[in-house]
């Protein structure tokens, strides 16, 4: 029974360049969360998504950030243009239900922005 | 302005000993609390919460203490063990059923053997 997986673990950009950070929740989860830790600070909640339909979004830089989470595949956390303020680690969860101990965290993702 | 503060960067107890991690909120709209353990290179691990209808909650060696009249909790951990190492995020809620929650800076806790 895998947990959350996401990939890459790391991922080196440029600025100006994407980053597409992806997340597979557990067998079963129908629902995502995305969070984002900056060095020295806890976990900022991001997006929630359901398959197909984003629920929440209200942690969401209003420019280059962008989600989804479709019906086939994992859910694609999308940086455009990135600057290295967006250096930071990017968790996902997911969960059964919408409730927050049966959230499971996947490893993170480590965004480098050169 | 941060809603859910940790003050204590930093930790440390000997092994066999009582830890206390300290968390302060300021929303009191928050009625649900989580503590959240996390090693390096890992995602977070729930550990336990509280519901603001109570003011206390235990599990084993785990317990947290609600104080809602001063915007406090804390974590208890009894007997402290070197595996209990890590970084603990106190983290709050609005609804319990949001599934969002607004998470402090964290404290690192080290159990020295």
């Known amino acids: 029974n895998a947990g959350v997986m996401q990939n890459p673990r790391h991922l080196v950009r440029r600025r100006g360049q994407e980053a597409r950070l992806r997340c597979s929740p557990m067998k079963g989860h129908s629902h995502v969360y995305w969070y984002r830790q900056l060095p020295e600070e806890g976990l900022k909640f991001m997006v929630y998504l359901q398959k197909e339909n984003i629920i929440d979004e209200s942690g969401m830089p209003k420019e280059r950030f962008s989600a989804e989470f479709p019906k086939e595949g994992p859910s694609i956390l999308r940086i455009q243009q990135v600057v290295r303020g967006d250096s930071a680690a990017y968790f996902c969860?997911?969960?059964?239900?919408?409730?927050?101990?049966?959230?499971?965290f996947g490893p993170g993702t480590r965004l480098l922005v050169l | 302005d941060q809603q859910v503060k940790q003050n204590s960067p930093s930790l440390s107890v000997q092994e066999g000993r009582i830890s206390i991690l300290n968390c302060d909120y300021t929303n009191s709209m928050f009625d649900y609390f989580l503590w959240y353990k996390k090693y390096p290179a890992e995602g977070p691990t729930f550990l336990i919460s509280?519901?603001?209808?109570?003011d206390k909650n235990e599990d084993g060696r785990f317990t947290v203490f609600l104080n809602k009249s001063a915007k406090h909790l804390s974590l208890h951990i009894v007997p402290s063990q070197p595996g209990d190492s890590a970084v603990y995020f106190c983290a709050a809620s609005a609804d319990t059923n949001a599934g969002k929650s607004t998470f402090g800076d964290g404290t690192t806790l080290t159990v020295k053997p």
């Open positions: 969860a997911s969960s059964p239900v919408a409730f927050q101990e049966t959230q499971y």
């Open positions: 509280i519901s603001s209808i109570k």
